[in-house]
């Protein structure tokens, strides 16, 4: 398999931030999108996409991805990992959030849940101290032996993209 460059990564990122776009913009969530891949391809085959809000109740882009392939393979979330046993990587604009102020399990645990499979995670941006300070994401996603990486150049578009429908702050 030929190594992936920066501009594969980019490109791919890409592609989450278009799904974003299909987010709608509201105050009280950031619109966010997710790829998972096929690492053991040289093509970035997309197994699944996602973004905010896609599917029923208070969704998160990664979460979406998940819900979806699960279905796809006629089975839950949580016995995901049981179904899929390839190596992918997870392609979001935003960090996976550590906290969810609705209650909801987190999109961190939720990867973590699947780190049998999915073994790297691609941000564009942190997630900002909009609604959760200080997300240790990242450390916990590391920790778990789950490369992180960031994928530079689109920050300022992500960030215009996510916080589209906040109210501005004086």
């Known amino acids: 398999m030929q190594a992936r460059t920066a501009d594969d990564h980019k490109s791919v990122m890409q592609q989450a931030l278009a799904e974003a776009r299909k987010s709608p913009p509201k105050p009280t969530n950031f619109r966010v999108g997710a790829l998972l891949v096929k690492l053991d391809e040289e093509s970035f085959p997309t197994a699944v996409t996602g973004y905010t ?17 699960a279905e796809r393979h ?10 899929i046993t390839s ?7 935003m960090e996976p959030c550590s906290k969810r102020l609705s209650g909801k399990l987190p999109c961190v645990e939720r990867v973590l ?10 941000v564009g941006v942190q997630e900002p101290d909009t609604f959760v300070q200080g997300n240790p994401g990242r450390r916990m996603l590391e920790e778990a032996g789950i490369e992180v990486h960031h994928v530079p150049g689109l920050e300022q578009e ?4 996510a916080t589209a429908g906040h109210i501005a702050q004086d």
């Open 113 to 122: 849940r699947q780190s049998s499979w999915i073994k790297q995670v691609y």
């Open 158 to 161: 992500i960030l215009e993209v």
């Open 87 to 93: 190596p992918h990587a997870l392609y979001t604009t």
């Open 74 to 83: 006629s089975t839950t979330e949580q016995e995901l990992a049981k179904a």
């Open 53 to 69: 809000l896609e599917c029923q109740g208070n969704t998160h882009a990664e979460e979406s991805c998940l819900i979806k392939l």
